[in-house]
């Protein structure tokens, strides 16, 4: 995977035809992997009722129905909240072979062979006091042995749903059908609308688990966000100041409307601007020019939204209006399910997203000033970025209706022989685990 490229898709979109149902909501969306081990990276799409897997040319590897868990809004119907894909897909027992893992509606775990769908294993596993059933998986590095470690976490089944109950797993214990956790937490500051990540920000080769706080592998507290004035929103992992040792958190708060930096250390800076909620944020090299990554907050305006751009020191350096700026036929609701995007090879990231609150387009935007460098007429109902072409600049992935449309840059690479982004640990649990507000 990591060093194999293939060619250019024969056609741009290149267009894959999905054997289950059409998205009806906002349940279920896509993840990437590679499934048979050549070394390529295929689709594998949820939707309630139905888990299915294609192969990066296009042909069936298999389709599942199965009551597989996702669902819409996390707060009043559990994670994985809206356009969570709820699977993962991993070598969790070192025999070179990926496995798909999800989670059905009674809490069990269910683990198929990656290239057939074939069970290989499941396991109920019981569920903490005070939740309905377990609604979010994660695979993990917790002991340094790869990806054997399995996170999952559940909401409150009564109030406002929020995902407090985290419990971390051995996964050679759980196919013996041991369900006693490595650990277990019922006070996890969990996002309101998404799930946990996880990713290793401190470089010891074993994974954290984020949210608006961070648990080291073994489950003890290292930071926790306590002046919340309301809730976290979203939450991403970057190197957004290259200066510090490992990788930052970045958190969005609705309430006082802050966005929070923060590492396993301690609080970097919150900062707000002008007291608007930022919502939804994409981090990015957005301005080469600059130190560090910069953020990308969107604005809550139902129309006109008016996006601004921090530095890594949380100083406001741009902001406009994007009605102003966009195609005058583009919505003026916006846009959402906005990820960075790899797209034209020099280094710099763009944003790429889709028009909101519909089954409607998608572009890819400079985020400094809200230009559309591209736009594609579709019927978009999920979005993912992510490096299948294989010469490490990202694609744009579109679910719309029973179709994958694949959309990739086809200019020449300025930089053709740049690692593929697969390599990088965090960009793998990153692209694994995301939905609609932590792309």
């Known amino acids: 995977m990591q060093g194999r490229s293939i060619p250019n898709y024969p056609s741009n979109p290149f267009v894959i035809k999905i054997e289950i149902p059409a998205p009806q909501d906002s349940a279920g969306g896509l993840i990437v992997a590679d499934l048979n081990a050549d070394g390529r990276m295929d689709y594998l799409v949820t939707v309630p009722g139905h ?11 298999w389709v599942l129905k199965v009551d597989v868990r996702v669902g819409g ?43 057939t769908g074939e069970t290989l294993w499941m396991v109920k596993i019981p569920v903490p006091e005070g939740a309905e059933r377990w609604e979010h998986l994660a695979l993990a590095n917790l002991r340094g042995k790869g990806d054997r470690d399995l996170v999952l976490q559940a909401t409150n089944a009564k109030g406002y749903r929020m995902g407090r109950y985290v419990a971390a797993f051995a996964l050679e214990s759980l196919r013996k059908g041991e369900v006693q956790p490595l650990w277990q ?7 309101a609308h998404n799930g946990l990540r996880v990713a290793d920000i401190n470089g010891d080769g074993r994974d954290e688990i984020l949210s608006g706080c961070i648990l ?11 002046d919340l004035r309301g809730h976290i929103d979203s939450v991403f992992i970057a190197d957004v100041q290259p200066d510090r ?25 919150a900062v707000d601007h002008k007291r608007q909620e930022p919502q939804n944020a994409a981090i990015g090299r957005f301005d080469p020019m600059r130190k560090g990554l910069q953020i990308w907050c969107r604005s809550r305006y139902d129309t006109h939204q008016k996006p601004w751009v921090l530095d890594a020191d949380g100083k ?42 519909e089954s409607g387009d998608v572009a890819v935007i400079d985020a400094m000033t809200g230009r559309f460098i591209a736009r594609f007429p579709e019927h978009a109902d ?15 992935i579109v679910l719309a209706g029973n179709e994958l449309h694949i959309y990739q840059n086809t200019a020449p690479n300025p930089n053709p022989n740049r690692p593929r982004l697969w390599t990088n640990p965090v960009y793998r649990r990153t692209k694994a685990v995301w939905n609609y507000y932590s792309p």
Not at 185 to 191: I, K, Q, S
Not at 253 to 261: P, S, T
Request: some cysteine.
């Open 185 to 191: 937490v019922d006070n996890f500051l969990a996002c």
């Open 316 to 357: 406001v350096i741009a902001d406009y209006e994007l009605s102003k700026v966009a195609p005058a036929d583009w919505t003026e609701k916006g846009i959402e399910v906005i990820h960075a995007i790899h797209w034209d090879g020099t280094g710099r990231q763009h944003l790429a997203a889709k028009e909101r609150h």
């Open 51 to 61: 888990v299915a897997a294609y192969r990066w040319d296009g042909q069936k590897l």
């Open 73 to 115: 809004s996390a707060e009043s119907e559990g994670l994985p909240g809206h356009h969570g894909a709820g699977v993962q897909a991993g070598d969790i027992d070192g025999d070179k072979r990926t496995e798909v893992l999800f989670l059905d509606n009674n809490s069990t775990l269910h683990v198929v062979a990656g290239g």
């Open 216 to 226: 080291a592998p073994d489950g003890k507290e290292l930071f926790r966000l306590n």
């Open 245 to 269: 040792k490992g990788m930052e958190v970045v958190a969005l708060e609705e309430g006082a409307n802050r966005v929070f930096l923060f590492n396993a250390e301690g609080l970097i800076w």
């Open 382 to 396: 999920r979005l993912y970025v992510a490096d299948v072409a294989g010469d490490w600049r990202e694609e744009l």
